[in-house]
């Protein structure tokens, strides 16, 4: 009996010298909604009507339940990461908001780059032949000839005709001249 009395003793005396804040800790860790938010950053939310939505943005029953389980899983020590796995292991990949950088994913994660510089080059390359087509192949411009003004007083009937048939050649027939000279005293009259 003497020794249960001291064994009793040593174990009241133990307890008092327990921090009951510390014991609680050590227990239950503190869990806020930053932590909760970030676990649900990471997963999408479980519901059938909200589907295609973060966990984190979504306040629907399920959504609710699932956070609540990660308030308790959190409280219970577990890490981040493991609490991902055990709700992708629970309802399926497609839970994850982002697929992980590893393996065939990582085409998931490289295919929009990949196509934005397909496209790029695929520009580039359409205007380059597009400016060759229209650049002349020398590097000089090739002159055009200009056009040179008739003197009017030197123009016989036969040339101011021909020059308003659009330069085709007359014929130098008395009649054509008689004919364009009577013309040309109607118009001047």
Same mark, same amino acid.
């Given at each position: ?38 676990? %649900? ?43 991902? %796995? ?9 839970i994850r908001s982002a697929p992980p950088k590893s393996g065939f994913n ?48 030197? %123009? ?10 659009g330069g085709l050649p007359a014929e130098s027939s008395p009649e054509w ?13």
């Amino acid at each position: 009996m003497k020794w249960a009395l001291v064994f009793a003793c040593a174990l009241f005396a133990s307890a008092l010298s327990l921090d009951p804040i510390a014991v609680s800790a050590q227990v239950a860790p503190k869990v806020g909604a930053p932590e909760i938010e970030a676990v %649900a950053r990471e997963l999408m939310d479980p519901c059938e009507n909200c589907k295609g939505k973060l966990l984190s943005g979504c306040d629907c029953e399920p959504a609710a339940k699932l956070k609540e389980e990660i308030r308790a899983r959190l409280q219970r020590g577990e890490t981040k990461e493991e609490i991902v %796995a055990a709700t992708v292991a629970q309802y399926g990949e497609w839970i994850r908001s982002a697929p992980p950088k590893s393996g065939f994913n990582l085409v998931g994660w490289g295919m929009p780059f990949a196509l934005i510089g397909v496209g790029v080059v695929g520009i580039a390359l359409y205007l380059r032949r597009a400016v060759r087509r229209r650049a002349p192949s020398t590097s000089q411009p090739t002159p055009q000839p200009t056009p040179q003004p008739m003197p009017l007083l030197a %123009a016989t009937p036969t040339t101011l005709a021909s020059s308003a048939l659009g330069g085709l050649p007359a014929e130098s027939s008395p009649e054509w001249d008689r004919r364009l000279a009577s013309e040309l005293d109607r118009f001047n009259r």
